[in-house]
C-alpha cells in the first residue's frame, strides 16, 4: 500500500482492515489492535524489530527506514503480511523518526513455531536490511 497517513496508529488502522478483509476475517480487529499495541498506550508498538547500523564497532544505531510489528491472533485463518511504503519518511515516536516503510505480520495462534509472527518478521527483517 502507497498511504499518506502520518499517524502510526491510523496507519496501521488501514493496513490492518485491508489485512482482515483480504483473511476475510473481521472479526479479528480488537484483538489485532489491542496485541499489537501496548495496553493504554495508544501509539506504542508492543512488539517490533529494526535493523541496526554499527559505526566504528563501538556505537550502535537503529535503522529508522523501516519497522516491523507482528502479533499473533486467534481469529484468522492463516498468515498475513502487510507492507506499507509512506509517501515521505515520517516521524512515529522515539526510535521511528525516519520511518518509509512500515511492515506488519500477523499469524494465527496455531501455527508452527518455525513459521510463528516472529520467525516470519525475522525473515522479512533480513530482506529490508
Known amino acids: 500500500l502507497d498511504l499518506t497517513e502520518t499517524s502510526l496508529e491510523r496507519i496501521i488502522h488501514t493496513i490492518l482492515n485491508k489485512t ?8 479479528a480487529y480488537e484483538e489485532a489492535m489491542s496485541t499489537l499495541f501496548l495496553p ?6 508492543a512488539k517490533t524489530i529494526q535493523g541496526t547500523i554499527g559505526f ?18 486467534t ?7 502487510g ?8 516521524n512515529l515516536g522515539p526510535g521511528h523518526e ?9 499469524c494465527p495462534s496455531k501455527e ?14 533480513t530482506l529490508f536490511a
Open 75 to 81: 481469529n484468522i485463518p492463516r498468515r498475513a503480511v
Open 40 to 45: 493504554e498506550s495508544g501509539n506504542i508498538l
Open 112 to 125: 508452527k513455531e518455525t513459521k510463528s509472527a516472529t520467525e516470519t518478521s525475522r525473515t522479512f527483517a
Open 20 to 27: 482482515l478483509d483480504i483473511l476475510d476475517a473481521p472479526l
Open 56 to 73: 566504528d564497532g563501538t556505537i550502535l544505531e537503529n535503522d529508522q527506514s523501516w519497522l516491523i510489528t507482528m502479533a499473533t491472533l
Open 98 to 106: 525516519e520511518t518509509r516503510y512500515i511492515i506488519m505480520v500477523l
Open 83 to 90: 507492507i506499507v511504503r509512506l509517501k515521505q519518511p515520517e
